[in-house]
Each structure stands twice: as structure tokens, then as C-alpha cells.
């Protein structure tokens, strides 16, 4: 990447970073449990790849606003709520993530859940305030909130976790891992980019055009995300080591160099779709990039 | 109550059970686990007291658009997504709700963990969609889904529920169960409450009068509900019989008596509450003496 881009990043990073524990209740008031459980789930490190796609889309079209930040800590507080979701004993039982304990393991399961509805929870009510906040002349709050709930719900999120537990090892085709993970991981992406760009009042073209992009990034993310499973520790991912081993993957159907080349030609469809955008899409293409070198 | 009332209540909670399946997604589509589990946790049977509440209220202030019934069955959407999730194995651990088994024990812990989440996207998207739809002049669509989250929140069912599992009986005087049930259960009814009004374009002070109004009815409810538990078997509250039992509950603090003695002076507050509205308040007066006779 280069250094430039690279520094800008990982600044907005940094941005995220610090306004997201002003976004939740203090830890100090009642539930002082869930909101010290939502505050380390929201707060345990992260790439905060999806808040940053959103300041970067904004950015792009123009909208330089300190809402932004707040609609992209939004995003983060959903990806956060998932992960709490994912990692309990009834779904994945994961013991570690981003290097930690699982909220669960150190709150217990009770507090865990209660602090993943309550990042929810908080999330819907950030973006309808952005919404509120930014005026803008083509969305309205409606349309924000609506975005959010369709990445969550059964064509997002929630769709993808259901078909990755109900699916039995034998019957995971490529087809059926595209769609868990186009789901479990593309669709908050999608969500992710289309917030900035309507958040800068874009043209509808233009927002079709970020999905495209932000789609595509995700499920490549998410296949880099498999490939670092399998070719880094432990230390290095901050996940339990070797957690995919019981799992079908995109790198166990395809293999390393199989798993690579797809997420190359999704990356690089991502790319395309940005063309009719020019050198202002630099800054999209350079994460495109950053997201094709995790898998290396 | 009067028959002419009753036989009102009796059908508008029959529009909401009419349109609550038709505001999910159809459980043929993928995932069916998650959509037949939202669709059972939602149409088991119940007094739809919340919605019937947004309806009534909406109605007094004139507004008679069939909007408002969606906007009161994504308040009875709430109420259904945390419900399955106070039956779970960490929280309640019930098998029984409304008569039926919960929907954990039908569907599986997984399957209704996401259920439960499904069903409150789907109530912050619908919710915004009426807001939209509805075009008000005080109140905007942020104004909404602010006062839903905010009876979701800490300050709502979430913050009820964790204080509740913190809480050893020994702790448990009148203020702590009083304060967990005022969030456990007086949060939605506020927002029910509240969504009416706002739906009707209501001036703020109108709004306020709800607010006290709906708050009170439902601690009142809840009481009423600890009574039932007590006077009545299971075969007709549809739950665990004697569920109760472990519990520290209103009655176990003040006995019977002192539990229907405190009903009534919240129900009393709530009417008083009413006052400057005249006759036309009377539907709410009668919901009042509803809940005040379930506890007899």
C-alpha cells in the first residue's frame, strides 16, 4: 500500500477507535455488567475494516461531516454484536477472538447476550440519529435504518449464521460457502459502504456502484480471512489456532492457490466497478489491495 | 368493562394477530428454521396488550391509519424477541410460554437466538417505515426509533433483565423489583404508549400524559401477572406452573393483598394521568380496569 494511503487508514482507524467508547453507556452506570461487556466486546482490537470503508466512501463523495464517523461507529457496533453472537456455545463456542476471551467466557453467557442486543440495539438508534443529523436531500432516516436492518436480517447476517448451522459439512459446495459468507460477511460490507455513500447524499448510480465494490470486497475479506486461518498462528490472527479445522472453508475446497485466485477475481471485479469513478477511487482501490495481501 | 369496549379491544387484538404474519418473511423462504421460529415465537397466543395500547392511544388523538397498525405490531415484535430470549437456558430457562413449548425447546437454543435478533430488525425497520409513511409534523422518524431503542436499552428490557439476574432474592426489597419490572415491563408499555401518540401527530404535553399513563399500566401488568401466577394454574396463564416459585415477585413481598393494594394505586396514578383529557380517554381508563381485575 502506499505509505500515504496506508497512513490515512490507518488514521481513520484511530478515529474509530477513539469515538466508539463515547457511543455506549458509560461502564460505570447500571447494568454496570452489560455495559462493561459491550464495551469490551466494541472495544477489543480490531481492523475496523467496515467503519473505515464507510469514512472512506463518504470521504469520496465529498462528505467530510464528524456524523459520518458516528453513522461508521454504528456499523462497527453491529459487526461487534455479531461476533459476541457467533462466539456463544450454542453457535460457534469459541473460546478466544481478537487475541481475548469471548465475551461470553468473561462475562458468562447471560451478560454476553444482553450486551450483543444492546449493541443492536444502540447501533439503530446511532443511525437513525445520523440520519436525523446529516439532512440529506436524496435518503432519508428510513432509508439508512432500512440498509442497517436488511444487512442484519435474513438476507444478511442472521440469513448466513442459519445456513452455516444448519449445514452439514457434506453438503458445503462452493455454491453454499459463497452464500453463507456473501451473507455473513459481504452483506454488512454492503451495508457499510452504502451508508457513506448515501451519508454524502450520492447519486443512485453512484451507491449502486459502492455495492458492487463493497460486496464483492467483503466475501474476498472473508476468503483472506481463511487463508490467514490456515497460513498464520494464532498469535498473529488473534482466533483460537487452527479454529476452522472442524470447518469447511473456501481454502479447504479450493485449496491455498484455489482460495487465492478467487479472492484475486473478486477483488478484481471490486475494482471495476469502481471505473466510471476515476482517480477519485484511488483510496478504494488501495483497500482493495491491503484486502488481497492478508491471504499472502 | 363495559361490553361495547371489550368487544373493541377483542377485535383490535385480532387486526394485530391478523397482520403480525404478514410483517415477517414467509417461513417457505431460506432460512426457514429462523423464519418459522419468528413466525411461532410471534403468533403464539397472547393478550396483545402493547399493540392493543398503540392502537387505542393512536385512535383518541384521531389517527385512523391502517400505518398504525404496523407501527403497533412492531412494538408486539419487541415483546416477542424478548421473551424468547428470557426463556433461554443462561437467563430464565423456561419450557413453557403462552401455553405452548418455548421456542428455544421447539426450535433448538441456535435457532431461536436468531429468531429472537430477527425479530427485532425486523421492528426497527418497520418502525422506521412507519415514520416514513406517516409524514408527521412534530415528530420524525428518528423521534421513533429513539423511543424504541430507548425502551430496549439499559434503560428498558435490557437493563430490567440484567438486573434481574444480578440480583440474590435476599437483595430483592420493593425498590429493586419495582425498578427491575418498571424497565423489564413499564419500558414497552411506555414506548407503546408513546408510538401511539406520536403516530397521531400529538402535541408534547398530550405525549407526556401517555407516557405517565402507560408507565404505570405497566408495572400494574406486571403485577397483576405475579398474582395470576399465584392465584390462577397453569392451564390458564400458559406458563410453567408456579414459575414463580424461586422468584422473589411483588407478592412474595407484600402478599396478596398488599400486591392487588399496589396495582390498584398504580392503576389509580395512571387514570389521574388522564384527567385533562376528558371523555375521550375513556378506552384507556378501561384497559386500566382491565389489568386492575386480571390480579382478583
Redesign the interface.
Known sequence: MKSGLAGRLAQLGRAVEGRLPQLV?PAA???E???RAMLYALTSPGKRLRPILTLVVAELFGQTSPVVLDLACAVEMVHASSLV?DD?P??DDASLRRGRATTHREF????A??AS??L???A??LV??C??RLQLRRY???DM??HL??A???GGL??G???D??SRPEDLDLERLEYIHSHKTGALFLAAGELGAMAADARRRNLEMISRYAKNLGLAFQISDDLLDVLATSEETGKDSHQDDDKVTFVKLLGVEGAQHLAEELLAFAVESLEPLGRKAEPLRQLALFVGQRGH
Not at 108 to 111: A, I, K, Q, R
Open positions: 453507556p452506570e447500571r447494568p455488567s452489560v455495559h453472537l456463544l450454542c453457535m458468562g453467557e447471560d451478560v447476550l444482553l442486543f444492546g443492536l440495539n444502540r439503530f438508534a437513525a440519529a440520519g436525523q432519508g432516516t428510513e435504518v432500512h436492518a436488511a442484519i436480517g435474513s442472521i440469513g449464521q442459519a445456513l448451522l444448519e
